[in-house]
């Protein structure tokens, strides 16, 4: 879909940093953020709720759910965005080990991916977007202006991802963490809707030895005509 809004789009695995750097860039341009993954965690966190599973049989009743009501991503006070369904604030619930072990089932389901696809088209039809994913330049914003893949080694994703847990108190080792992550790369890039891949004209951008500030200026040499 074409429109005479800017979309700046950040593809990549878990851990890359593909949150943290498209946050800060949408309060830089004031721009709307959009967190593609966290809409397909809510699908999850909606079906484990309603204590169904997370396979083909179960498609309809999950799109069901998660086209009920409208997602909202809201700036607080910390720099960050809250996710909101439904009015319903599920920023904490989303990140749980119980909902990233099963989002990238949920996310291969066709119906599933279908409808979130065309709310994130109407999205970034509606307002400049910085938007995140792991299929946003290659099927859901094929024409967006700025297309940026970001990668980082397994041992550091997870690292991240870890540290990212504990400050939710939860409970989980490192190396469960791990083999999640691990685990999520092989289903995402093997799916057979919308797997994960590199968009040919998108912008490469390893993050593993780099900080947020330098992946930042990275990504402003390039989106400097907004």
């Known amino acids: 879909m074409r429109t005479n809004k800017i979309s700046v789009v950040f593809d990549g695995p878990a851990g890359v940093g593909k949150s943290t750097i498209a946050k800060t860039l949408a ?6 953020y959009i967190d593609t993954g966290a809409m397909y965690r809510t699908a999850t966190l909606l079906a484990l709720e309603h204590s169904l599973p997370l396979e083909a049989d179960s498609e309809r009743a999950i799109v069901d759910l998660v086209t009920a009501y409208m997602f909202r991503f809201v700036p607080d006070c910390t720099g960050s965005f809250r996710t909101y369904y439904g009015g319903r604030d599920v920023s904490e619930l989303i990140r749980s080990e119980a909902v990233s072990a099963g989002v990238s089932l949920v996310a291969k389901l066709p119906g599933v991916r279908n409808a979130l696809t065309e709310i994130q088209r109407q999205l970034a039809a509606e307002s400049d977007v910085v938007m995140e994913g ?12 700025y297309k940026f893949f970001l990668t980082a080694s397994a041992d550091k994703r997870a690292e991240r991802r ?3 847990l504990k400050q939710t108190s939860e409970e ?5 963490v791990r083999t999640n992550i691990l685990t999520r790369d092989h289903l995402d ?3 057979a809707v919308a797997p994960l891949s590199i968009p040919e004209d998108a912008i490469v951008i390893d993050t593993t030895e780099l900080t947020i500030p330098e992946v930042l200026d990275k990504v402003l040499s390039v989106v400097n005509k907004c």
């Open 189 to 191: 890039s093997t799916r």
């Open 172 to 176: 989980v080792s490192l190396e469960a």
């Open 162 to 164: 870890y540290l990212e």
């Open 134 to 145: 792991r299929d946003i330049g290659t099927v859901v914003l094929p024409h967006a202006r």
């Open 27 to 32: 309060y830089r341009l004031n721009f709307q």
